[in-house]
């Protein structure tokens, strides 16, 4: 049996949106993720390759937030890492069953939204990464990534 490594990793860009923030309010929060790393591994022997990451909002005087994620290289179907011309499909989901896209709420996907988060409290939220190596039994070997933009709009 060969083994064909690949390492993709997804990079997620933390990007924070203010939305309706009045001059007198106090309403704040910061974020931070990590990345979803499927590391090495041969598209041979499983049928799908799956890793965690995560995002981490702590607000300050906010009623909720929610937490979007771009497509990134491909669509909310299907995205894609590359590596030089080649691609490798996975997707990103809010659920640990894999039923539920992140994204922004269109073509299916979901959003993560949070009511009266805890003042100054981290409220960790997991990313359940997939690739489905069923129909990519051929893949070129590489190293694979994506860049996901991460957008917070919060409410005071």
Do not use: K
């Amino acid at each position: 049996m060969n083994r064909i490594p690949l390492f993709v990793a997804v990079a997620l860009l933390l990007l924070t949106n203010l939305l309706m923030v009045s001059g007198a309010s106090a309403a704040s929060c910061t974020v931070s993720s990590s990345g979803v790393n499927f590391g090495s591994f041969s598209p041979l022997t499983d049928t799908s390759v799956d890793s965690t990451g995560s995002i981490t909002v702590n607000c300050t005087e906010v009623s909720s937030y929610s937490i979007t994620l771009s497509t990134g290289s491909g669509t909310y179907s299907q995205r894609r890492m590359v590596a030089g011309g080649y691609y490798l499909y996975y997707n990103l989901y809010r659920d640990a069953a894999f039923q539920q896209i992140w994204g922004d709420g269109n073509s299916g996907s979901y959003t993560v939204s949070l009511n009266d988060p805890v003042n100054s409290q981290n409220n960790l939220h997991p990313i359940y990464g997939r690739i489905p190596l069923s129909s990519q039994r051929a893949a070129h070997v590489g190293t694979y990534s994506d860049t996901i933009t991460v957008t917070v709009s919060y409410f005071p």
